[in-house]
């Protein structure tokens, strides 16, 4: 989601070099990239994935997502029907592909019936432009309402959730990730990194660093309003202390630790530049103590609570 705004094509292109090269296989994108662009720069991201896929296609799993504005018009946005069919289209072509992997819907809409969409997606799978479909960002009660009219209507279900997960925001844990484990859907986390908090980036005192997610334009003002708080600053200072002590890189830890939850599939990284991906993707090969996730469990704890006070 940085490509095309934070990051331009060049620099884009060593990232993904360096993440095939490292066995990722794996690619996450959304029509309404790169983050902060707005609807001038909508689609960007797609077209920079595209051209590197060129001849390479077939090895990799390609998801790509649905929802955000597109464009002016007042259907150029959303889960309805005629936007899917619109977005559906300019994905593949801006992707220079005859078929999305996974496709997901970005966001709830609640202004569009459920089964307007699940329709519109079911089309899609049966006529060969999406081989499966997913979701992010939904509320637990609304995915199980999805895969319920699914059932009902005998309709392609969501095989996969694209949730925030992190060791600064674990409410998921207590109703979407146990309806995931009993109906089999997969867990794709994004925000590993708290938007990179977690790696220790983001020294507490001074304001967000010009460029990052937490100052690029309209996207800022949500990350701040995630984690730029005294309570989630020293829950870092914690975090930090203990990733030291057990001789683990911070970004290695936080994403290990995700990765240890029993219903994620793997969690979504992002890089600005190849070398981040270093500590990364170093945490799949990371095998944590028990001693060690119980003292990350508990310095976490309150994030499990939607109510947890700041």
């Keep these: ?153 005998g309709l392609a279900r969501f095989d996969s959730v694209q949730p925030r997960y992190n060791l600064l925001f674990r409410e998921f844990e207590r109703e979407l990730f146990p309806l995931c484990l009993e109906e089999g859907v997969g867990v794709i986390p994004y925000n590993p990194l708290a938007g990179g908090m977690l790696s220790g980036k983001h020294p507490r005192g001074q304001p967000p660093a010009e460029g990052t997610r937490f100052t690029i334009s309209n996207a800022g003002a949500i990350y701040q309003e995630r984690y730029w708080h005294e309570r989630e600053f020293d829950t870092v200072d914690a975090f930090l202390k203990i990733a030291k002590e057990a001789a683990v890189k911070p970004a290695t830890l936080a994403i290990a630790w995700v990765l240890r939850q029993p219903a994620v599939t793997a969690p979504i990284i992002g890089a600005s530049r190849p070398e981040q991906l270093e500590d990364t993707l170093a945490a799949a090969e990371v095998q944590l103590e028990h001693d060690l996730v119980a003292r990350l469990d508990t310095l976490t704890r309150e994030f499990r609570r939607g109510d947890a006070a700041r």
């Excluded at 993904?16 to 794996?26: P, Q």
């Design 1 to 153: 989601m940085t490509f095309g705004l934070q990051i331009d094509e060049r620099a884009a292109v060593t990232v993904l070099d360096r993440a095939a090269e490292g066995g990722v296989t794996f690619l996450d994108t959304a029509d309404a990239y790169p983050l902060g662009g707005g609807v001038d720069l909508a689609g960007t991201t797609e077209e920079i994935v595209g051209r590197w896929l060129k001849d390479k296609r077939h090895q990799f799993v390609l998801a790509t997502k649905v929802y955000g504005r597109t464009g002016p018009q007042a259907w150029d946005f959303g889960n309805s029907r005629r936007h899917i069919m619109d977005a559906i289209d300019a994905s593949l072509r801006r992707l220079g592909t005859h078929y999305i992997d996974l496709y997901q819907l970005h966001q709830e809409d609640p202004e569009t019936p459920v089964d307007e969409t699940l329709v519109a997606l079911d089309d899609l799978v049966r006529a060969g432009k999406v081989r499966y479909i997913g979701c992010s960002n939904f509320l637990a009660y609304r995915l199980a309402r999805a895969i319920g009219r699914s059932e009902t209507l």
